[in-house]
């Protein structure tokens, strides 16, 4: 990511919660020397409840959550959900419901990786992709999402006319697609055994069944 000019530096502040925390302290402040509470440096105690809260307001640390997040082989499944899980609160809505999607599907992947790979079902092209969007696709995209304040991100157009809200969106409906399309590959095989045992069954059944005994009771005579 190339690093990001002065103006795009001063764009994000001003949307940033730390900017408007102080923002609405500084108000507060006015309206106590507006109201006669305070008249002498009321400069100066204005000046310091901007500080105080654009300071001492916490730093959004989800996109950092997500960056940092391990990811190991025998735990994939279970630590993917913990990693959307600490995330969830700082994303859209619709973007959360695709990532739940995700999620879903990741869960019925990773668990039988070894085995979809062991028997020939799952290419090592789509065993690639399950495990870079787990290790890096996925976290990656959330932490880019995640370093940007929530106002910013809503509401400033971006330079292709969306906001960085609907490219979130467009992004994880590409990586789910995307899991989806392996996910069907790789169990395709499966359902088609399926349904070849139960054709088997069925004339296996039916030939037992032509060649049993007819009792006298059920023959009439």
Not at 12 to 30: E, K, P, Q, R, W
Not at 47 to 75: I, Q, V
Not at 154 to 183: H, I, N, P, Y
């Amino acid at each position: 990511m190339p690093p990001l000019t002065l103006s795009q530096r001063l764009t994000l502040f001003l949307y940033s919660t730390n900017n408007i925390v102080g923002c609405l302290l500084a108000l507060g402040g006015l309206g106590l020397f507006f109201g006669g509470v305070f008249e002498a440096y009321w400069w100066a105690i204005v000046a310091g409840l901007y500080g105080a809260g654009a300071l001492a307001w916490p730093r959004n640390d989800l996109a950092r959550t997500a960056e940092r997040t391990e990811l190991s082989t025998e735990l994939l499944a279970e630590q993917v959900r913990r990693l959307i899980d600490s995330v969830a609160k700082g994303l859209p809505k619709e973007a959360l419901e695709v990532l739940r999607r995700i999620q879903s599907t990741l869960s019925e992947l990773l668990p039988r990786m070894n085995e979809l790979r062991d028997r020939g079902v799952i290419s090592a092209k789509d065993s690639f992709t399950v495990l870079e969007t787990v290790r890096r696709y996925l976290p990656d995209t959330l932490a880019a999402y995640l370093r940007l304040p929530r106002l910013y991100a809503q509401m400033q157009t971006l330079g292709d006319g969306r906001t960085a809200s609907q490219v979130l969106l467009d992004q994880l409906k590409v990586l789910d697609s995307s899991l989806e399309a392996v996910a069907k590959s790789a169990f395709t095989g499966d359902a088609e055994a399926l349904v070849t045992n139960g054709r088997f069954l069925q004339a296996k059944f039916a030939e037992r069944a032509t060649f049993l005994p007819v009792s006298p009771a059920s023959s009439g005579t």
